[in-house]
């Protein structure tokens, strides 16, 4: 086929070596090269798929069209420029970028140069996601639950750009209301940054939303629950099950329990990752937005990074409240000391 894209992989560690493969199998694409610092690993991945190896991604302008980017986050906005601006479709992974000002950059590059860009946050690409984002219309509350086994790969940034940030995507996509204020705690469990986090989210329509990290459990769990006016649901995204409850057409507004309609449907597996990409793909194809576009990445960030903000002040509170109680020690006489 003469039509079809030159892809490429930036960075083809644990998540983006699969990456690659999805580009060389699906229709429409290409995979001409794979890049990586490493260079042993990017040519193991190249041989795979018959493609270039390199360890600069620059050597790529004018030999693709699109490009995914699974780098670690503190490189997506230097890497993805340089491709936006030489006229390059961009997947980049979650988050978008590290900072508000830089995924602001990458959005209007990318409408200036006419290219997509899509940010990979999976969970929109998943079954029991998709089927969620059509029945939720106005949320009033939410609760989300995300934990699992710690994984040093991920040890560079905190939980909540590592993992709540899956959550915090699905919501915002559901209410249509701005943050009014956030409240975050957490703590560091097995590395330097939050391993466990828990926020509560105030959007100005009046929803509220409570949503819950951890990567430091023994057993993996990824829950949601979100009550509408006249429904709540339940959503197991690893049992792929979604249980709706809603009260029977005609009920009053205190109805019995027999009085409720209860539904529960099981989904079956897909590819998340395939859906992403091909979604991608598709965008590039027929100039139609992408599913998850920069903007959403960029209200994302914006969540994550205001919870981030909320744990800092919680630890800041901590620590001057232990330097209080230091200094009260430290100025109280000796005799009552000894006296206790």
Known sequence: MTNLLR???????HFG??????FARLPGSRLVAVADIDESR????????????VTDYRRLIGAVDAVSI??????????????????????????????????SALIQIAKDRGCVLQVGHLERFSSVGRVMQELVSNPVYVEAQRI????????????????????????LAVVDAPIEWVHAVGAPVLSAAEDIASSRIQFANGCVANVTTSRVSLRS???MRIFQRDSYMTIDFLKRNIKIVRKSSGSGALPAVADLQIEETNYGDVDALEQEISAFLNAIATGESPLVSGEDGWRALEAALMITRSLKTYWQTILDQGSDEDSIVNRRPASSLMSR
């Open 7 to 13: 892809t490429a992989v930036v960075g083809v560690g």
């Open 17 to 22: 070596q699969f990456h690659a493969e999805k």
């Open 42 to 53: 990017a040519r193991a991945i190249a041989e795979q798929y018959s493609a270039m190896a």
């Open 70 to 103: 699974a780098t670690p986050p503190a490189a997506h906005y230097e890497i993805a420029k340089t491709f936006l601006e030489n006229g390059v479709h961009v997947l980049v992974e979650k988050p978008i970028t590290d900072e508000l000002d830089q995924a």
């Open 148 to 171: 699992g086994p710690f994984k040093p790969r991920a040890a560079g940034v905190n939980a909540v750009l590592d993992l709540m940030i899956h959550d915090l995507d699905l919501i």
């Open 221 to 223: 769990e990824r829950r």
